[in-house]
C-alpha cells in the first residue's frame, strides 16, 4: 500500500512539475495587472508603397517599421499607444526634407487564449501627418477594431500578429494647389506584420 501511495505521489508531483514547465526554456506566465510590454512591428516592403498610417497592422502601408508600448491595466485590459517618425532628405540641392509622423492610442481586451498563447481583441484610432520630397502633404485619420494573439517563444519575449478592419480619412494637397483632395476607406487590414515584444 506504502508503495502505491508513493508510485501515486511521484506521478502527481511529475505531472504538476510537467504541467508548469513544459520545456527547458522556462516558466511561461500570462502578463498581470502593473506589467509594461514594448513592441517593434515590421512589414516587409512588398509593395514599394507607403502611407501615413504607417503604425500597426490596421494601415494600408507596408515597409514602415512602429514602436508600441503597451500597460496592463488588469489581466484582461491593456492600453496602447503607438508611434512613428520618419526623416529623410536626399541631399540634393533644394531637396525637400520628407517626414512622415504618425500617432495612435488604442484599448485591448485579453481572453483567456492558451499556455503560451495570449489573445485578445480591441479598438484604436490614429492620426498621420507626411511631407514628401515633392512636398506633397498628406494628413488623415483613422479608426477600427482589430484581433490579434502574442505566442511567447521564450517568458517575457512573444512574436504575434494582428488583423482589423478600420476606417481611414485622408487629406493630400499637392504642393501649390489651392486645397487638398480628401478621400476614405473603409476596409479589412491583413498585413504581414512582425511583431516582436518583451515584457518588463
Known sequence: MKKVL???AIVAISFGASAQIKNDRGTFTKPTAGEWAMEVNF???VTGGGSIFS???FDKSVG???VKARKFASDKKSYRALANLKVKNSGAEGANTAMELGVGL???NHMKGAERLSTYWG???QLGYSNDEAKTTKFGFAAGVFTGFDYYVIPNVYLGAEVSYSLGVTNTKYDGASKGTTSFELSPGITPTFRLGWRF
Open 55 to 57: 503604425l500597426s497592422s
Open 6 to 8: 508513493l508510485s501515486a
Open 106 to 108: 488604442g484599448i485591448e
Open 64 to 66: 514602415q517599421l512602429a
Open 123 to 125: 479598438y484604436q484610432g
Open 43 to 45: 512589414s516587409p516592403d
